[in-house]
């Protein structure tokens, strides 16, 4: 399966059904216990996550969410690329990063064209001012012409005329090659600011729930210790550090550090107005926010409440005071499931009373089904149930006891020194497979190599989830980049230069994090009583 996952020489969620004929084949598993595997409890989660992104992306909230802030920050260079990083990586958060890109890039590419064309107007403005204003130009025409006639020598050019107009054209091209540079680092700070963001929330991309799935299937004493508040509390700080230390980088590779030319300072200038109105003229035709809009918005912002509340960690959540006293009944997956089902209840529009005796007709509802079959990646579910199954067959069949104590002798080693190569394989690998695939692959190993070193589970598996998300090198590392790829502006080199510092980035980011507040927050310093519970073959 792991060959078949990295050479993809069939459909990953076809690989990922090989289990279903193989374990009973082979006598490691029973049909029925394979096959329920499928679907667990963070399936749920990911199709509830889904259906609200789903709903987010059908009313365009996400890009009246995303020109609102990008308005707020306005047009100059530095805050552009800043404001354009900060709302990727928020609206990759809660829907696919590959949507964010879709939908940002070209907003990205309509700002710059502006910023472009307005430049080039006013060079020629320039040029055509003092062309007339300049008597002395004039003159110099004029006694050239003369001595050309008097001397009669043909082929003789006319230098100042030439001079002035190589000078424009000079310029004109330095413009150019300007916004070209601009557009790459433009490009490449949505698609990766995208992939960045994913990694804040639990649902935001798919090895974050084969993480938390695995612990449960490897682990089931844990306790539900990766929920989405335990998650977003140590993830999204180092979200944050990441995009602050990409933005830097990215500035300082397509921007230089000319900071005061690159923020701006005073009034605007014409091409400053010409490309925010470019925006402002997106904005508003998006119209007044309709009702569908706010139904979705209101039911978004109650889903994620409901989920940092079910169990906060520091004080009993409502899920513990109302069902889960004896037993953990409620999860986010029960949570994401009812929210998302209002979506299918609740009416796009407010209904209209007619007179008396007329037909009433009911306004449709927020989503159909034929919109979420459309639009819901079902080959994602069979993926994450196939690496469920594997694990599940890993412990059944001892293997990975046995990798485990293959392991062993990793003990002398320092368990950050082994966090920090871990990652660095993982980030390597990652960009040659899916992270879907990469994350499946290594997470049950890991899991194994830390019960029989003694070290935290989540000391290694989270850091390597997160460096799974870390594909920034290639154009067919993740989706986001083969978009960005795909406007026709950056090289493969391009992409190279800026994401290997972007690669170290957060794998150092993320290794800070997992040795300063998720040390504190897990307890990484002590080896967990349920990692000792491990399920019996």
């Known amino acids: 399966m792991a060959l078949y996952w990295c050479t993809e020489c069939m459909p990953l969620a076809v690989t990922a059904l090989l289990p279903v004929v193989l374990f009973p084949m082979m006598g490691i598993m029973t049909a029925g216990e394979v096959s329920i595997e499928y679907l667990k409890d963070s399936n749920m989660l990911f199709i509830g996550g889904l259906l609200v992104a789903i709903a987010v992306e059908q009313w365009n909230l996400h890009k009246r969410i995303a020109l609102r802030v990008l308005l707020l920050v306005g047009v100059r260079p530095s805050l552009l690329m800043m404001g354009f990083m900060i709302v990727s990586a928020f609206l990759s958060m809660w829907i696919s990063n590959t949507a964010t890109t879709a939908m940002m890039l070209p907003i990205a590419q309509a700002v710059l064209q502006q910023l472009k064309a307005t430049e080039m107007q006013a060079s020629d403005r320039d040029f055509e001012a003092r062309g007339a204003d300049n008597e002395t130009f004039e003159l110099e025409l004029t006694e050239t012409k003369e001595d050309i006639t008097s001397m009669k020598q043909p082929d003789v050019p006319a230098e100042p005329e030439d001079r002035v107009y190589s000078l424009q054209e000079s310029k004109l091209r330095a413009i150019e090659a300007k916004y070209s540079h601009l557009t790459k680092g433009m490009s490449l700070s949505v698609c990766y600011s ?77 091409r400053d107005k010409e490309a925010y109105a470019v925006m402002k003229e997106e904005y508003s035709k998006l119209g007044r926010m309709r009702f569908a809009e706010t139904a979705v918005l209101i039911i978004f912002i109650l889903l994620v409440v409901l989920w940092f509340t079910r ?44 007179s008396y005796g007329k037909k009433v007709r009911a306004p449709a509802a927020l989503l159909n089904w034929q919109v979420v079959h459309e639009r819901m990646p079902w080959n994602i579910i069979l993926l994450l149930g196939g690496g469920f199954a594997l694990a599940e067959a890993s412990e059944k069949s001892g293997l990975s006891k046995w990798l485990g104590e293959s392991l062993a002798p990793l003990e002398s080693i320092p368990p950050y020194a082994i966090s920090l190569l871990l990652s660095m394989l993982v980030a390597t690998f990652t960009e040659c497979s899916s992270n879907t695939a990469t994350t499946t692959l290594f997470l049950p190993i890991l899991a194994s190599m830390s019960t029989a070193i003694r070290i935290h589970p989540l000391y290694v598996m989270l850091p390597c989830t997160i460096a799974a998300s870390l594909a920034f090198m290639l154009p067919v590392a993740t989706p986001p980049n083969a978009i960005a790829f795909s406007f026709g502006v950056l090289r493969v080199i391009d992409m190279v230069k800026a994401g290997f510092m972007l690669n170290l980035i957060g794998i150092l980011t993320v290794n800070l994090g997992i040795n300063t507040w998720g040390y504190t927050m897990f307890r990484m310093g002590t080896f967990p009583e349920w990692a000792n519970t491990t399920k019996a073959p």
């Open 311 to 354: 169990e906060p960690g520091f004080i009993d959540g409502w899920a513990t005071v109302l069902f889960n006293q004896k037993k953990a009944f409620v999860s986010d997956g029960t949570v994401a499931i009812l929210v998302s089902m209002l979506f299918f209840v609740i009416p796009s529009r407010l209904p209209k009373f007619g």
């Open 194 to 270: 995208a992939s960045i963001g994913g990694t804040a929330t639990l649902t935001g991309t798919t090895p974050n729930l084969i993480l938390k799935g695995q612990i449960e299937e490897l682990f089931p004493e844990s306790g539900n210790v990766i929920n989405f508040a335990s998650w977003f509390g140590f993830a999204f700080p180092n979200m944050v550090l990441m995009l602050v230390f990409s933005w830097a980088w990215l500035q300082f590779l397509f921007l230089g550090f000319n900071l005061k030319k690159s923020f701006g300072c005073g009034e605007k200038t014409d």
